[in-house]
């Protein structure tokens, strides 16, 4: 390589490792506060390596194990679920919407469309749920109300214009009914859109919370997110309330109470497995996001 060339490159490379530097340490900043003291933190900030090493806001968060599997297994449960379920359905509504020859196609486009702009409101909503649908404080108000996102709707059928359509005339002149072009021939030739839609779907339910504030009254229901929020209202609670009102004879110290680094370790609770799972969808995610999103 030409020293020309070469230097060009470096200045690349150096570019490269500064950014992921900004990214990086924000993330080892977090694992750092987590496993801070919680006074120590205070009155030193914030440090890439903790003064006082401390493990008392995971000992908070894990007070209860069982409660916080529970909600492990619910979020990973209809999370999966409403991922594959959504990605389906969504793919199957994209499907038609992308043939030249669907007669409706138009009309169909733009009440999908329209519902990104206007929503019933969350009384309408509420009301249909639990009255209507009776989806209340079951599983199920997790999954089947938020099936459909319109915007990856629109994405899917963007990614699905642009295969060869020659291949769906060809399926069709085999004999190929509309349900075998969709599965053996456009899903399979569809995975960088699929593995991204699939990615944001299962963010989105992972990280959802207001779901279960408003429609689950049983414990063994809530979300992760919900109840990671619920043990921070309650440290904060009673931590206000020791420091305002201290009761004799109490033989834990409720004013010192983690209440900044519980935050932290809640960070590290809650995106632990999605760090995990995202490498996997790496490769797919920026080749799904641009093709699906030139075209249109």
Not at 43 to 68: H, W
Not at 109 to 125: E, N
């Amino acid at each position: 390589m030409k020293k020309s060339k070469r230097i060009p490159n470096i200045m690349i490379n150096i570019m490269f490792c500064l950014g992921s530097l900004v990214f990086i340490l924000p993330f080892v900043l977090i694992i750092s506060a987590s496993f801070s003291d919680e006074q120590t933190l205070l009155s030193e900030g914030y440090k890439l390596i903790p003064s006082v090493f401390s493990t008392e806001a995971y000992k908070y968060v894990f007070r209860n194990p069982q409660q916080l599997l529970d909600s492990y297994k619910v979020t990973i449960i209809y999370s999966i679920v409403a991922t594959v379920l959504g990605v389906v359905v969504m793919a199957m509504l994209a499907y038609p919407l992308s043939r030249p020859n669907y007669k409706y196609k138009k009309i169909a486009t733009f009440f999908i469309f329209f519902t990104m702009l206007f929503s019933g409101g969350l009384i309408p909503t509420y009301i249909w749920i639990t009255r209507y649908l009776h989806l209340g404080d079951t599983i199920w108000v997790y999954i089947l109300p938020c099936l459909v996102n319109a915007f990856h709707v629109i994405v899917i059928r963007s990614f699905f214009q642009g295969l060869p359509q020659a291949l769906m005339e060809s399926a069709k002149i085999d004999g190929a009914s509309e349900l075998q072009t969709f599965f053996k021939i456009v899903m399979p030739l569809s995975k960088p859109v699929i593995a991204t839609i699939s990615l944001l779907t299962l963010l989105s339910r992972w990280n959802d919370w207001n779901t279960a504030l408003i429609y689950i009254k049983s414990s063994n229901l809530y979300s992760l997110q919900y109840l990671l929020q619920k043990i921070l209202r309650e440290a904060e609670f009673v931590k206000n309330m020791a420091e305002s009102s201290p009761v004799a004879g109490v033989d834990l110290d409720l004013s010192n109470l983690p209440s900044v680094t519980i935050r932290f370790a809640m960070c590290m609770v809650a995106a632990g497995p999605m760090l995990i799972i995202f490498p996997f969808f790496q490769k797919y995610f920026a080749k799904g996001l641009t093709v699906g999103a030139v075209k249109g």
